[in-house]
């Protein structure tokens, strides 16, 4: 019997090749976009499950009285929470990124410039399940590192590094570490990622920190680490944050409103969508792909039972000649169940080849990794089973219901009443969500062009940014202002700024307890961002000085530890009472000791307009982090093969790395630029796939009136009157659709901007475009049916007839 459905299924759907073809198309654009969307969704939940002791490691969140929320904390507090708090096994102090700088190796001349150095607690590995290739990782003494596998190779070739040193130079000075363990891959589903692990038990040395006194690990003043709590097995720490807060609220002057623990598995996305505490990426976002990936797949989904009510109709013969020859109803649903799993199958099959072929192409687009191994996943596999099983079920069910209604009610009468409205309702609900996605898609463009175009109150264009040096290898303030010196001596110079963060990635650190020389209240909840540049910084820029003057290069020669002079931006010079920027100059305020502040800025975006301008001080140091030189931008390879001569010059043994300021500036828009790019291309395949389903509708009603608009031409309609009397219906369809789609569109943008501080709005011409452009793919799409059945020969139509 099965192998009889089988036959019958396959003679259909080959008799019926138009319709098929765009059933398999719609159902693999559907099947490929939801694997992707739900591999990718899978993978943002699965960040950091692979370590063992997942639900005992709790990441310290503090919220402030102003309600902000701290995960970088002072590192003295693990040692306060280890000794007070009997539930704990102990408390991971994580510095990342902080040893950054120029790693050597002896006896050779190979130098390599590595980014992600850390430091980390002498117990990390056995708390945190990152996979040892070889070695102990023993971290409990000074001047120990823990490498990957990856640079193991890249260091030493072929020979066994441990026991090997190599040589660090970063902001802490020069150092050699003994490596006492390699690792294999760090995997790319952790928020912890390092490629060099170093004991932080080697901050503890002052000779190491030198005049860095922030960075003392047990110190209780700046707030550089990460801290993670590792509960006893066993124990219940549902108690331990109010315990924790009440132990922080007995602290003088403490701004500390809540201790929270933030669960391992929840750093990357967060408990649900309202959940306050940082995390690495969004819930919401990740939530609104999930939404995608199911509205396309349900929009395939009605294609093809809009598509197969349709087909049903031209059946009708063949279902009342099997149920005269003794045929049941479940036999009729069983037979087209068949041709459902029949064509579902080769969907998916085409949608997995695709998914795999194409998997590349998904990174671009989403600019995450997709964990392709989620289709092997038990659940992944239930998940599409259920998919197929429900789309077939619902199927046959619906065929016995539409066959048990050719019993009771003539062709004519079937086709105006159970018919049409059903198909209509469906097509409207494809429209909505294509329309809405379409809306969602512009407005996400129009809010990440007004941040992109905003005034950012300084100049980035023809600005590349060169990397400093780590290693000076002798006189560090002679040898920067020769390089300085010389550039400044090049004719495609014009100007050139030393500064140890750069707008767009941070500021060098945040400060608190900074008050005018009168403390009020309120200034113990307020905290300050820190910027430390030379005197070239401002003009190089181009931010305006709107009261004072600029930092001097005896200032920033002296060093503003030295020197206690400082500038402020407009909204610091506000938050610490002063009037306005001209009342600012020439007062102090207190920051251990009184600092004078010599000028004002304007506020300028130093990061993303996702962010509010932060009150910044700005401090004078010749500072090395980072080179700023404003380039002629013709000729500008042969400029900077100039510039890299000059740097290697003076700084031998530095790898030469430059960048150009606006795309640094520019990677901080990149959620919303994966966002719209996720938008666009949902919104082509959610309106492809409903064009196809009209495609569909629209020739099979040009079957269905074959007959009817041959006697219209013979009676001496126009191309122009048939062509309306077809298409109007279905563009009455897409109206109605417009006019639901925009009002849910409009709530879901306007809250989607409601988290943003500077908004570019919502515009009446995006739902004009929107609607324009739906309604124009849509009658393109009726409209190449009509014109067909418009042109045909009706002698013909009514003759074949």
């Known amino acids: 019997m099965l192998k009889n459905y089988f036959k019958i299924a396959l003679r259909s759907l080959f008799k019926r090749r138009l319709f098929s073809l765009i059933n398999i198309l ?41 309600g902000t929320y701290e995960t970088y904390l002072p590192p003295g507090y693990a040692g306060i929470i280890t000794s007070n708090f009997s539930s704990v096994q102990s408390v991971e102090r994580v510095a990342g990124y902080i040893g950054s700088g120029l790693v050597a190796i002896p006896d050779t001349d190979l130098a390599f410039k590595e ?66 363990g390699v690792l294999q891959p760090i995997p790319e589903l952790s928020d912890l990622q390092s490629d060099i692990f170093l004991s932080i038990h080697t ?66 996305l967060g408990s649900s969508i309202a959940d306050p505490m940082p995390k690495v990426s969004s819930m919401g976002s990740i939530l609104v792909f999930l939404a995608m990936a199911v509205l396309i797949l349900f929009i395939a989904f009605v294609n093809y039972i809009n598509l197969s009510s349709a087909n049903l109709l031209t059946r009708i013969k063949e279902i009342r000649m099997r149920k005269v020859l003794g045929a049941y109803s479940w036999q009729l649903a069983q037979q087209f169940m068949v041709e459902t799993f029949l064509l579902m199958g080769l969907a998916l099959i085409l949608a997995l080849g695709l998914f795999n072929l194409l998997d590349p192409l998904f ?8 964990w392709t191994g989620v289709l092997l996943e038990l659940i992944t596999i239930l998940v599409i089973c259920g998919i197929l099983g429900f789309a077939a079920l619902f199927s046959g069910l619906y065929v016995v219901f539409l066959s048990g209604q050719f019993e009771k009610k003539s062709k004519l009468r079937f086709i105006a009443s159970e018919g049409q409205w059903g198909r209509k309702a469906l097509v409207v609900f494809q429209f909505v969500i294509s329309i809405g996605i379409i809306v969602c898609t512009l407005v996400i463009r129009d809010q990440l062009s007004f941040m992109q175009q905003q005034p950012l109150g300084m100049n980035l264009n023809q600005r590349v940014v060169v990397e400093g040096p780590e290693d000076f290898k002798g006189d560090r303030k002679g040898k920067m202002n020769a390089f300085k010196e010389k550039l400044s001596s090049q004719s495609f110079i014009q100007g050139i700024a030393g500064s140890n963060s750069l707008p767009g990635y941070s500021y060098n650190f945040s400060a608190g307890g900074i008050t005018p020389l009168v403390p009020r209240p309120e200034d113990k909840d307020y905290s300050y961002s820190m910027f430390i540049i030379d005197n070239e910084f401002i003009p190089t820029y181009g931010i305006e000085v709107v009261a004072g003057r600029n930092f001097t290069f005896e200032e920033a020669d002296a060093n503003w530890n030295n020197l206690p002079k400082v500038m402020l931006n407009a909204k610091a010079a506000r ?22 502040v010599v000028g004002v800025i304007a506020d300028y975006h130093h990061m993303s307009l996702r962010e509010e301008i932060s009150p910044m001080i700005l401090l004078a140091a010749q500072a090395s982090g980072y080179f700023t030189l404003i380039m002629d931008t013709q000729e500008m390879q042969g400029n900077l093969a100039q510039v890299q001569s000059i740097y290697q010059e003076i ?31 949902a919104g082509a395949l959610a309106i492809l796939i409903s064009c196809l389903g009209l495609f569909g509708l629209a020739a099979y009603s040009v079957q ?29 369809l897409v109206g109605i659709a417009m006019v639901l789609a925009f009002p849910l569109a409009w709530y879901a943008m306007q809250s989607w901007q409601a988290d943003f501080p500077y908004r570019a709005g919502l515009s009446w011409i ?21 014109l067909k059945a418009a042109w045909s020969n009706p002698v013909e139509s009514i003759r074949n007839e």
């Open 26 to 66: 719609g159902l693999v654009l559907g099947l490929l976009t939801f694997l992707v969307l739900y591999a990718f969704v899978i993978t943002e939940f699965s960040y950091n499950d692979f370590h063992a002791n997942k639900d005992r490691i709790f990441q310290v969140v503090i919220e402030e009285k102003n």
């Open 363 to 370: 990174f671009e687009i989403l600019g995450k990794p997709v």
């Open 651 to 681: 700084f031998p043994g530095n790898p030469f790395t430059y960048s150009f300021l606006d795309e640094i500036y520019g990677r901080q828009y990149q959620a919303e630029q994966q966002l719209s790019r996720a938008f666009s291309i």
């Open 704 to 732: 269905q009136r074959t007959k009817e608009i041959g006697i219209r031409k013979v009676l001496g309609a126009s191309t122009q009157s048939l062509l309306n009397l077809i298409s109007k219906d279905f563009l009455i």
């Open 575 to 596: 938050q610490l009472g002063f009037e306005n920027p001209e009342s600012a100059v020439g007062q102090s305020i207190l920051w251990g000791k009184p600092y004078e």
């Open 766 to 786: 995006t739902f004009v475009w929107a609607g324009m452009g739906s309604m124009g793919i849509a009658l393109l799409t009726v409209g190449f049916q009509a």
């Open 203 to 268: 901050l503890e040395r002052p000779e190491y920190r030198k005049e860095n006194g922030w960075a003392d690990p047990n110190g209780l003043e700046s707030g550089f680490v990460n801290l993670f709590l590792v509960a006893k097995e066993g124990e219940d720490v549902s108690e331990l944050p109010g315990l924790l807060t009440d132990f922080a609220s007995k602290v003088p002057d403490s701004k500390v409103a809540n201790v929270l623990l933030q669960p391992l598995d929840e750093i990357h």
């Open 115 to 180: 980014n992600a150095v850390g430091f980390v607690e002498r117990d990390f590995f056995q708390n945190f399940s990152f996979p040892i290739e070889r070695g102990t990782a023993d971290l409990s003494k000074p001047y120990s590192a823990v490498i990957t596998k990856q640079l193991a190779e890249k260091y030493f070739g072929e020979a066994d590094a441990i026991g090997k040193s190599i040589s660090l130079s970063n902001q802490f000075g020069k150092a050699d570490f003994t490596i006492t």
